[in-house]
């Protein structure tokens, strides 16, 4: 399917534990990014990516590992999972020129317990 | 940092107007906005550029005021449909690096 899928949509894990958020995306877009959501913040970015290979660190990175080998998948690994990582994950594309419109994943919801 | 949004929050009646603010301490490039509908995804409304130029999507349009770095989204005669959360994001600097730093989000909501 055409698009920017997450995967898993639902994650519980334990506090310690290392997990990965999947993001896949078929348009060939060059940026991708990593926000996290929580209630009075807004959207957050953790990490983003400008291609393949190349990717920086955005406002909250701590406790959090991003790699970009193919051009369409941007996985993101949270190390040892804290509690105060639980959240709403959504992962990003955007053309290099164009409209520059992000375009939004589905989401993951994660709890830390 | 985060630009900051204006008002946290707004309650209209169909048909009432409405004004969300954006305003950044950083200088910009581009201030993009969005809608988040409850448990989804965020939508793409509109992006506006260094220039000034006012963009509009149906009864919905912004401003960019690139010298007080900020941006202003306008809805006219809501309809229930613009019930959500609108967020702005921001390109700092002064050319395109790709990222964008949102804002804490204004909900919306717009009654019968």
């Known amino acids: 399917d055409a698009g920017i899928t997450q995967s898993p949509r639902y994650k519980i894990t334990e506090t310690g534990r290392q997990v990965t958020l999947m993001c896949h995306q078929t348009?060939?877009?060059?940026?991708m990014f990593w926000y996290r959501q929580d209630l009075g913040h807004g959207l957050r970015l953790i990490y983003y990516s400008a291609a393949a290979d190349i990717t920086d660190k955005g406002e909250v990175p701590d406790g959090y590992v991003v790699s970009r080998s193919k051009t369409e998948n941007f996985p993101l690994t949270l190390e040892s999972a804290t509690r105060s990582q639980t959240s709403v994950y959504f992962c990003?594309?955007?053309?290099?020129?164009?409209?520059?419109?992000?375009?939004f994943g589905s989401g993951t919801r994660l709890t830390v317990v | 940092q985060q630009p900051v949004q204006s008002p946290q929050a707004v309650i209209l009646r169909e048909g009432e107007d409405a004004v969300i603010n954006c305003s950044s301490s950083k200088a910009l490039y581009s201030v993009h906005w969005y809608r988040q509908k409850h448990g989804e995804a965020p939508v793409f409304l509109m992006i506006l550029l260094k220039g000034g130029e006012q963009k509009g999507h149906e009864k919905i349009s912004a401003s960019f005021n690139e010298k007080k770095q900020q941006s202003s989204l306008y809805l006219t005669a809501s309809q229930l449909s613009y019930s959500g959360t609108y967020f702005c994001g921001t390109g700092e600097g002064s050319s395109n690096t790709g990222k964008l730093i949102f804002g804490q989000g204004t909900t919306l909501q717009v009654k019968p």
């Open positions: 990003a594309s955007r053309e290099i020129a164009g409209t520059m419109s992000y375009t």
């Open positions: 348009w060939s877009h060059s940026y």
